[in-house]
């Protein structure tokens, strides 16, 4: 069946350039998350808790903020380019600049750093949700065929998942390779910059929007709670944000535990992220095979709990690092299966809400994965950071047995056990079977085909 026979069907080189777009957004939080950290505290001299607690005033003033960015952005005026796409070339732009001062405002300004650090984290929450948010609309309103939506949700796992280990991969080489020093993150910040605004640009230019709302009338700011507090949205929400603090946090830390726990084995980490993301694709390819059989729910959640395991194996030898790359081993694989679905039934949730309210909205639970993102790199960042400032750690200097303990808690103990408690959140919340889905979509074609018929 050709393109034009299936006006629905994406071709190859828009699901390259909806991939680049996705690997276009990574650099920004996966660098904050993995590097951001040891960075205030061991460059620019700022105190493990006074850095925890920014985080956790950025999060709470971004649990107001989100919501309301995804409802601006649904009631953005629709361009030639579509509802989403120039919103995103102008949202990364914008991103780019503030996420420069983020890093280097506190060098620049040494003499008021913490109020440096305020602003640009606190901004970064705005400008952050002005590329991500209609990043995150695409995928629904490009096709409305659920195999290509289940192929977008692959690719943008895939992008997400090989893009943020590869992030963390050649992040702590590049360091490496500039001593450690101030040089070796403005080369990594640097580059991550390029990256994000060429990947983003190439990708919004090679997509298409297809997916047109039913009613033409806007929601109200009133409607966006009830919205997102339907069950299959809430219960997400709430699995992706457990999990994805857990995940981040400890992506936040392994820098310490390379450098205080494994005597300074940074080129650990990029072995890990290499065994990671080349396990993923076998795990994507296994993640195919069983969503037919078992279903989106039950491979899903089950992938969680795999993943939560085999971090928690690695307390059987702490130091021991073929131990480490067996758990990554299993990670990858539950990841990669993780991910066939993670996108996919975040359209789901998108055309549940259309068949429940009546209500398109793309924007608002899109807001909910800008939210999550910048949630685990806060909340998850600033877990470890007062566990830091607890357990007595001091930079450049061999660890107190404390804050060796506390290193090897956030690093290996609290992420395992935040990824399984997502996982049996999953389990018990979310009540969208493969029956309930095809109701759901038949009736919106319905639906959509009736307006059709009356507009004739």
Partial sequence: MSNKDNPNRIRVGEKMAFGLANLGNLPIMTLIGSFLLIFYTDIAG???????????????????????MGFIIDHLPKSKMGRFRPYLLIGVIVCSINYLLLWFGPIMFPGIKLVIVYITYLLIGISFDMMDI???????????????????????????????????????????????????YAALIVGGTVVALAFSIIGVLGVKERVQPIEE???????????????????????????????????SVNIFFATYILDNKLEVLSVVGLIQMLTMFIGMFIGQKLTNKLGKKALYSGTFILAGAAGLIRLLAVTSVPLYYISAVIVGISGGAMMTNAFAIQADNIDYIEYKKGIRAEGALASLNSFV???????????PGYVLAATGYVAHQEQSPSARLGIIAVTIIVPAVFTVIAGI????????????????????????????????
């Avoid at 309103?141 to 796992?157: F, Q």
């Avoid at 389990?427 to 074609?445: D, R, W």
Wanted: proline residues 5%; charged residues 20%.
């Fill in 134 to 184: 209609p990043l995150n609309s695409l995928l629904p309103v490009m096709t409305s065929d659920m195999k290509e939506r289940a192929s977008l949700s692959t690719i943008k796992g895939a992008c997400i998942m090989a893009g943020s280990i590869i992030v963390m991969s050649v992040g702590p080489l590049v360091l490496k390779g500039f001593g450690g020093g101030f040089a070796g």
């Fill in 425 to 456: 959140i999953f389990i018990l919340g979310y009540n969208i079977n493969k029956h309930k889905l095809e109701e759901v979509i038949t009736t919106l074609k319905a639906r959509r085909d009736e307006k059709e018929s009356n507009k004739k």
């Fill in 46 to 68: 700022i105190d493990p808790a006074a850095v925890a607690t920014l985080f956790i005033i950025a999060r709470v003033l971004d649990g107001v903020n989100d919501p309301i």
């Fill in 373 to 383: 993102a910048k949630a685990a790199g806060g909340i998850g960042g600033a877990i």
């Fill in 217 to 251: 009338e806007k929601y109200k700011i009133k409607d966006v709670i009830p919205m997102l507090l339907q069950r299959p949205v809430l219960t997400t929400f709430l699995t992706v944000l457990i999990y994805s603090i857990g995940t981040t946090g400890s992506s």
